[in-house]
């Protein structure tokens, strides 16, 4: 506040006090909007500040089921009263909101540009400097209040490699299946390939630099009929042709492994030895 008052003591009293009502209304909107996060964080986190914690003695003559129900319930109220507050400093910010808008239209209305240029500025710099310094703060309490996180190790590690242990009793299926390594999947994709293209016709690789735009096909030069019921028609022997094409077909595996692989993985998953 001297800050502010040192470099805006320049201006008229009557832009002076509008300035100075604008920078107290912005950092305390900055200050609850601070406080919001932080409760938000804490409820989030199922964790109860210091100043929200309920201070209740309780006898050493009840039983612990009783003692544990009174624990409940003041953990309860600690969250209820945060949630209280959270709704207070929301509208609190919300009214700091309307008031710094009036603020301006007020300063607008009895100054040039430049000064409200200047006033503006000198609000956001230092507003901008309590800003950092509360979430500093409100990050170190955090901190303190929610415990440590381990290290989870589902983590992808890119780095890390898997081998099978050398004292894991497989058999030789079972060591098959697991040398496959971690991206081996048992199950076909599907491919279309053959429904939309000629099933003779070979896919040529893109490796060589002369079959790169090969690919491309000309478009076609094919115009439907001028009768508007010739095209309901086309479409429908069209598609009495394709199914036609379908039932001749042989049935497609689902699985990319035989039947005893199979069995195997399942001997896998229902061991209790294995690595998760």
């Not at 009557?14 to 300035?19: G, H, P, Q």
């Not at 209740?56 to 009174?70: A, K, V, W």
């Not at 607008?108 to 000198?122: G, M, V, W």
Request: net charge positive.
């Amino acid at each position: 506040m001297r800050r502010f008052t040192y470099f805006a003591k320049k201006f008229p009293d009557k832009t002076f006090s509008l300035a100075k009502r604008l920078f107290i209304a912005t950092t305390k909107k900055t200050s609850y909007c601070s406080h919001i996060y932080f409760l938000k964080s804490c409820l989030q986190s199922k964790t109860i500040p210091n100043g929200f914690q309920l201070n209740y003695h309780r006898g050493h003559f009840l039983i612990p089921s009783t003692q544990h129900t009174i624990s409940s319930i003041l953990h309860h109220c600690s969250l209820d009263l945060m949630k209280a507050n959270l709704a207070e400093y929301s509208a609190l910010t919300q009214s700091f909101s309307e008031e710094k808008d009036i603020l301006k239209d007020s300063l607008k209305a009895i100054c040039n540009i430049s000064d409200i240029e200047k006033i503006l500025h000198l609000i956001h710099q230092l507003n901008q400097e309590l800003y950092i310094e509360l979430r500093t703060t409100k990050k170190k309490k955090l901190n303190k209040l929610t415990p440590h996180q381990k290290r989870s190790h589902n983590t992808k590690d890119h780095l890390s490699v898997v081998t099978i242990p050398e004292d894991l009793t497989l058999s030789s299926s079972e060591h098959i299946i697991l040398s496959r390594g971690l991206k081996f999947i048992a199950h076909k994709r599907v491919k279309l390939h053959n429904r939309f293209n000629n099933p003779n016709k070979t896919i040529s690789t893109l490796d060589e630099a002369d079959t790169t735009f090969k690919k491309f096909q000309p478009p076609s030069t094919w115009c439907p009929p001028d009768d508007p019921q010739s095209e309901v028609s086309l479409f429908i022997e069209k598609c009495q042709q394709d199914i036609g094409d379908l039932s001749s077909l042989q049935p497609l595996r689902s699985h990319n492994i035989s039947r005893e692989e199979r069995k195997t993985l399942n001997t896998l998953r229902n061991r209790k030895d294995r690595l998760n």
